[in-house]
């Protein structure tokens, strides 16, 4: 089962979908995110935020720092500023 992903600003909504990895860096280092993680809040240091799409595709997407949360396979990322989104082969 994918992981249900949300992506989103107070001025927008960059990314909702499904995805099999995440990968961003908090404050504290670089995390990757799987299927099953445990219960997760974490601060967001400016990164690129790589989503693995079903499939393998992949996207990345600049956030200018934020909020993490991860439960039950759901990933909700607040962040404060969006960049230009970055699309991988």
Same mark, same amino acid.
């Given at each position: 089962?994918?992981?249900?992903?949300?992506?989103?600003?107070?001025?927008?909504?960059?990314?909702?979908?499904?995805?099999? /990895?995440? #990968?961003?860096?908090?404050?504290?280092?670089?995390?990757?995110?799987?299927?099953?993680?445990?219960?997760?809040?974490?601060?967001?240091?400016?990164?690129?935020?790589?989503? #693995?799409?079903?499939?393998?595709?992949?996207?990345? $997407? #600049?956030?200018?720092?934020? /909020?993490?949360?991860v439960?039950?396979?759901?990933?909700?990322?607040l962040?404060?500023?969006?960049?230009?989104?970055i699309? $991988?082969?």
């Amino acid at each position: 089962m994918p992981l249900e992903v949300s992506i989103v600003s107070p001025e927008e909504e960059l990314y909702t979908g499904e995805a099999e /990895f995440i #990968r961003a860096k908090t404050v504290e280092g670089e995390i990757g995110i799987l299927t099953g993680h445990i219960p997760l809040l974490a601060q967001l240091a400016p990164c690129e935020v790589k989503v #693995r799409l079903p499939g393998g595709a992949e996207e990345a $997407f #600049r956030i200018d720092g934020g /909020f993490m949360t991860v439960k039950e396979d759901k990933v909700i990322i607040l962040a404060e500023e969006l960049g230009e989104d970055i699309a $991988f082969e």
